[in-house]
């Protein structure tokens, strides 16, 4: 009786080599079936709320977002003041004031992002240590510049 060795790996090795095409060419048959095969069909549900979704954003001109308040004082010079200041340090940015009686309020930035927003408001900071973050309304045009 003779004792022959067997190595495995190298038997499963010389296989894969032999077999390499057809291995290859089961891979391709799965992976292309999967891609064919693969169909959705939109709920009328959802069709419905994607399409008035969709109208309700296309008419509406604004959209909620955040804008960093860097002043509110009752005194128009300090305000102006601070604007200019601002338009100095900043020129880049889009900075506005408001009047709400009887506050006058000093605003920069458009952010749809809250993280962007806090982001910013840690650089203004700086300048303005009594800024505050605010929810408000951002034309669509000021978040494209």
Not at 49 to 77: F, M
Not at 96 to 125: C, M, Q, S
Request: positive net charge.
């Amino acid at each position: 009786m003779h004792l022959v060795l067997v190595d495995p790996e190298k038997n499963i090795n010389t296989a894969m080599e032999k077999n390499k095409p057809i291995f290859v060419g089961i891979l391709l048959c799965f992976c292309l079936s999967g891609l064919s095969a693969q169909q959705i069909k939109e709920d009328r549900g959802v069709k419905s709320a994607r399409s008035y979704y969709e109208q309700y954003y296309k008419n509406k001109t604004t959209l909620r977002g955040y804008r960093i308040q860097i002043v509110t004082t009752t005194d128009r010079r300090k305000m102006e003041a601070s604007l200019n200041k601002l338009r100095n340090v900043y020129p880049g940015y889009v900075s506005n004031w408001t009047y709400t009686e009887p506050y006058y309020k000093v605003a920069v930035g458009a952010y749809i992002n809250k993280r962007t927003a806090k982001e910013a408001l840690y650089h203004f900071r700086k300048d303005f240590p009594g800024s505050i973050l605010i929810f408000s309304d951002l034309r669509k045009d000021e978040l494209i510049r």
